[in-house]
């Protein structure tokens, strides 16, 4: 079967960037290794930009049905505990005010629907053996219970979390470190709190823990925090070991509640690490979300994030496997927004670049690089720019190159990367750098820092430095 996109992983990351990516008219397959959906949330909150970027897809409301709005929670600080209610944050400018306390089952399981809906079914039980970049196309072998089967597609995303596959096929590269902490789920039956009753959250000797009333197995969410064992069993950020039922007893007494267990359903701990790939992309192969970055689950950032990264990513891929970015686009479509010539303001020419102006019109209209979509009421709503680069001196630097170069120097563990405006060279590279552990900002350190992009090619676009 040929398909536009095969995505590899059914997580809230491929799922949301199957969805999207349908919605722009690709030809979309998702697989999944695992031949069953369940598996223990580790994210249980939805951030309002997610439901934002989330919502032109129609499948808000389906969230919000099955989310927590105005959650309550006990806060206790020792014998004291304060009740409160999270509900209107006075968030401006969103329509989504509020913390939304959602399982990563119940996005999984709407997110889903919404795909079978739209003709698209997760084929489960599917594993990828490999995928390769052929030049013009991508080409990837999978294994299910009816046997091998190698299929074409135009791209490869691999949102199959810390341990990627994809990425591994793509032979990108990944940095990153344990933390020192990990995280104890469970799922169990508790007495001693009121029937009824909201969140709880403690602050223990060991560390945090919260008792979440959407358990999957029981009714409650174990979530704590507590110093790491420092031995990995299985694929980390995943749930490993199962935890005694005695140190979940001990948990809950070291936070000072006097809860106690009535049924375990089920435990286990959590190893984390932070990590990031040292690129995206590779041809026709890409990742996102887990598979990507990884980082702490606290407040749901991992889910989130991967959301975001695939409604960011699922439009440009269809966009971009629609071969139509010098046609005038209709409909629903996202494209680049074309005008026909003759209006009042329009320029007539860049200055001694008249190759560069002529470039920039196809079969008549001219393309202005803002990539757009419009709606049923005729709006025109901005989504990008086809060109996501900086312009510095007669340069075209790409943001990504820049901070994928940074990202080498081992003192730099993250990094972003804008344009300035100089009144020079138009725009001059900015980076904005957080340092590893144990990394001084030294002015040394800013120079060697700031001289890997540019040593990378024989023209030096101007740099501005790093903060």
Partial sequence: MTADLLVVG?????????????????????????????????????????LEVLRPLGVTNALLGR?????????????????????????????????????????????????????????????????????????????????????????????????????DCAGIGWRGRPYAEEVV??????????????AQAFAGRQGLLFLFPLGEQATWRLLATRASAGHTVGSVGQPGAVVPEAELHRLLSDAGTNARI?????????????????????????????????????????????????????????FAA????????????????????????????????????????????YLTGEVVRRDADGWYWFVGRADDVIKSAGHLIGPFEVESALLEHPAVAEVGVIGRPDPVAGNVVKAFV????????TPELNRTSCSIPTTRSAERPRADGCS
């Avoid at 199957?18 to 031949?35: M, S, Y």
């Fill in 262 to 318: 009535e049924r375990l359903a089920w435990s286990a701990r959590v190893p984390l690490r932070c990590g990031i790939a040292r690129r995206f992309r590779r041809g026709r192969l890409f990742v996102a979300g887990d598979a990507a970055h990884n980082y702490s689950p606290a407040t749901g950032q991992g889910m989130n994030a991967g959301i975001q990264d695939a409604v960011n990513l699922g439009w440009k891929l269809a």
């Fill in 67 to 167: 989310a927590d709005t105005a959650p309550r929670v006990n806060l206790h600080l020792g014998t004291h505990v304060m009740d409160t209610t999270l509900a209107d944050l006075a968030l401006p400018d969103t329509a989504f005010p509020h913390l939304s306390l959602i399982r990563q089952t119940d996005v999984e399981t709407v997110l889903t629907r919404a795909l079978e809906g739209r003709g698209v079914s997760v084929e489960r039980g599917t594993e990828l053996l490999a995928a390769e970049d052929q030049g013009n196309h991508a080409r990837a072998f999978l294994r299910s219970s009816h046997g091998a089967e190698t299929i074409r597609c135009t791209f490869v995303v691999g949102c199959d979390g810390p341990d990627s596959a994809v990425r």
């Fill in 185 to 198: 789920l469970a799922d169990l039956d508790v007495g001693g709190i009121p029937p009824g009753a909201g």
């Fill in 322 to 365: 629609s071969n139509s970015a010098n046609r005038p686009t209709s409909g629903f479509d996202a494209g680049e927004l074309a005008l026909r010539p003759g209006w009042p303001s329009m320029f007539r020419g860049y200055l001694h670049d008249d190759e560069r102006y002529e470039a920039a019109f196809a079969d008549g209209w």
């Fill in 10 to 50: 059914a997580g809230p990351t491929g799922l949301s960037l199957a969805l999207q990516a349908h919605h722009h008219g690709a030809r979309v397959r998702v697989v999944e290794r695992r031949p069953e959906m369940f598996r223990p949330s580790r994210a249980l909150i939805l951030h309002p930009r997610t």
């Fill in 434 to 441: 957080s340092l590893a552990h144990g990394a001084e900002p």
